[in-house]
C-alpha cells in the first residue's frame, strides 16, 4: 500500500486530456449537487416524520386524558412511538456520519493536463 507521499507523486505523475479533465469536473460538479439536493429532500422527510411521531404522541395524551386510554396501552403506545423517534434519529445520524458521495467542493484537484493547469472543484 503505498504512503501518502508516494501516492501524492503518483497522482502528479498522472497526465490526462484537457478535455478528459473538463469532463471530470463536470461529472464531479453534478455529483455534488446531487448529494446536496438528496440531503435536502432527507432532512424534509426527517422534519415530516418527526412532526407526524408529535402529533401521534399529543393524540396519545389527549386519549388519556379523556379517560378513552388507559394507563397500561397508554404507556405501550408511547413506548412504541419513543422507539420509532430513536430509529428515525438512528438513521438521520447513521445518513450524515456517511462519507458523502461526491468530491470534496471546496478543494481544487490538480490534474498535469496537456496544458498543465491545475482544474477547480467546486
Known sequence: MPSGAGFARAAEAI?????IAAELLEIL??????????RRRDAERFRRELAALELKEDQLTELLLAGTL???????QL??????????CSEVGASQRAPPRRAHGDRT?????????????G
Not at 15 to 19: G, L, R, S
Not at 79 to 88: A, F, N, P, T
Open 70 to 76: 388507559d394507563e397500561p396501552a397508554f404507556k405501550k
Open 15 to 19: 497526465a490526462i486530456d484537457t478535455a
Open 29 to 38: 460538479n453534478r455529483s455534488n449537487v446531487e448529494t446536496r439536493a438528496q
Open 109 to 121: 484537484i490538480h490534474f498535469r493536463t496537456r496544458e498543465t493547469s491545475p482544474i477547480a472543484v
Open 79 to 88: 413506548q412504541r412511538i419513543r422507539e420509532e423517534r430513536s430509529d428515525l
